[in-house]
């Protein structure tokens, strides 16, 4: 549909070109909600009303804070807001336009008066949620229906009785014969062909380490990880009482010379680390250094648990810890980083079948045994080729949105791998984390700080960004002009919200 805002306006033009009969303006009288709220439900009411129809395009961001009078931050998220309901399309270079099925999600949302749920404002509260490091979305259709296909046929496949009944804990702690089989299928990849007895099929990479750290070590033991880690394993770590020291890293990640130091003082009863696309940091250890640490480690007989959970992503990865220590490695991955983050199956190869049985049993202590229903879908997608299909995808995807992260931030500010899904953003010496990310939740946008990884030393000034956290292209791209903007302005001015 034609629109009636001149061809010639875009974002950033001058205010008082967007002024002809056709300007849209939103009525803020009587709503008593936050103004970017209030401006969301002014677009929702006219797509209703009809005053905007599908194609309409909106007035520039900046030209319509000028107008309202209120902050450039207040328009962005507003229009955030209508793009999460389904009301707005961005168009890069062009601008935002009522979306084609702006009068469905209209027609479905909330009634002007009637107050949101909870679900309602906390995705209200953060748009976009980027406390999870999570895969892209792959812009792939064909493919998705395949998945939803192939769900429906490993549902038809899977043994009634196997929903109908507990598992038999002899024969399926540690996975069925043929689960075990399609992980070390998968784990060919990176280690060669590993002996399927090895395998360890587990719920989750939770639940992987959950039996591993209460495996190797007791209440009061020591555990070593880098100055930075996995969340994750901090708490599982806190909730089994053990002692964690980090690690000194650099650029280039683990240092073998602080590990080897860390190792002879505090004497360890395993080390944790994440060698390729490091979380949060997405450094990964160089070839040269991972021998290093497998010498370390076997020289003082302290066993390794190798996070490779984002091992797959990059197609030039260094061969992992354990295929140069697989004597004394434990080594972790699954599919909720680069296949499905639903599908909760983590596979763990260990030294040797007696290490397997001792870790089955471990986690028959805590989980029991493994779901049938995503195991059985794991094992099938592995076999048929559609893990590997949307692998495919999502690295392609990741790639992608890296390409558009590299065209929008300062090269200065942000260290990533170009097949990775998530980044490392060091700021300008004029903000602090907590501000930043302060400033982020004001503008619909929640990040982690490194706070939240620290295991030793200060906290550096720097967030992780995960670019599979929007939805699509598009919100990546807001997403990431929104970084752009922040890390161009002060501090002070940042924080000036009407």
């Known amino acids: 549909m034609q629109s009636d805002i001149p061809a010639h306006a875009a974002e950033g033009s001058d205010p008082a070109e967007q002024s002809g009969p056709g300007f849209w303006q939103p009525d803020l009288a009587n709503r008593s909600k936050p103004v970017y709220l209030a401006i969301a439900d002014a677009i929702a009411d006219d797509v209703r009303s009809g005053r905007l129809a599908a194609g309409h395009r909106l007035p520039p961001q900046r030209a319509l804070a000028v107008r309202l009078e209120v902050d450039l931050t207040t328009v962005s998220r507003a229009y955030g807001e209508a793009r999460r309901r389904g009301l707005l399309d961005a168009r890069v270079g062009q601008g935002t336009f009522i979306s084609a099925k702006a009068g469905i999600s209209a027609k479905a949302g909330l009634a002007p008066n009637e107050p949101p749920s909870p679900t309602a404002r906390r995705e209200a509260a953060a748009v976009i949620d980027m406390t999870m490091n999570q895969p892209p979305l792959p812009d792939a259709p064909e493919l998705l229906e395949r998945v939803r296909q192939g769900l429906a046929q490993a549902m038809l496949r899977l043994d009634p009785q196997s929903l109908l009944r507990y598992p038999d804990t002899a024969t399926a702690a540690g996975g069925l014969e043929e689960d075990r089989a399609a992980g070390a299928h998968w784990l060919s990849r990176r280690l060669g062909a590993p002996d399927a007895g090895r395998i360890v099929v587990c719920p989750g990479t939770q639940s992987a380490l959950l039996a591993l750290l209460s495996m190797l070590a007791r209440p009061g033991d020591t555990i070593c990880t880098e100055a930075l880690t996995y969340p994750g394993f901090r708490a599982i770590a806190g909730q089994l009482g053990l002692r964690v020291v980090g690690v000194a890293m650099d650029g280039d990640g683990l240092d073998p010379d602080a590990l080897r130091a860390a ?28 021998a290093a640490i497998a010498a370390i480690a076997r020289e003082h007989g302290i066993p390794v648990i190798e996070d490779d959970i ?27 980083k680069c296949v499905a983050p639903g599908l909760r199956v983590t596979y763990v190869a260990a030294p040797d079948t007696r290490q397997a049985m001792r870790l089955a049993a471990a986690q028959r202590a805590t989980m029991l045994g493994t779901p049938p229903i995503p195991t059985a879908v794991a094992s099938r997608w592995i076999a048929d080729g559609t893990a590997d299909a949307l692998l495919a995808a999502i690295r392609a995807e990741a790639t992608l949105r890296q390409r558009m992260a590299r065209d929008l931030l300062p090269s200065s500010a942000m260290t990533a791998h170009p097949e990775g899904f998530h980044l490392w953003l060091r700021l300008p010496p004029a903000w602090t984390r907590g501000e930043f990310a302060a400033h982020l939740r004001i503008r619909g946008i929640s990040a982690a700080a490194s706070d939240t990884f620290l295991t030793a030393g200060p906290a550096p000034e720097a967030l992780r960004i995960c670019l599979g956290a929007p939805v699509t292209r598009a919100d990546c791209r807001h997403m990431l002009e929104i970084l752009a903007d922040t890390l161009e302005q002060s501090p002070a001015l940042a924080g000036i919200v009407i």
């Open 310 to 336: 984002y091992g797959v992503l990059p197609q030039d990865a260094p061969p992992p810890i354990a295929a140069l220590a697989p004597d004394i490695t434990f080594h972790v991955t699954g599919l909720a």
């Open 263 to 290: 190792v002879e003082t505090h004497a360890p009863k395993a080390l944790y680390c994440i060698p390729t696309l490091h979380n949060p940091t997405t450094a990964t250890l160089p070839a040269d250094r991972r």
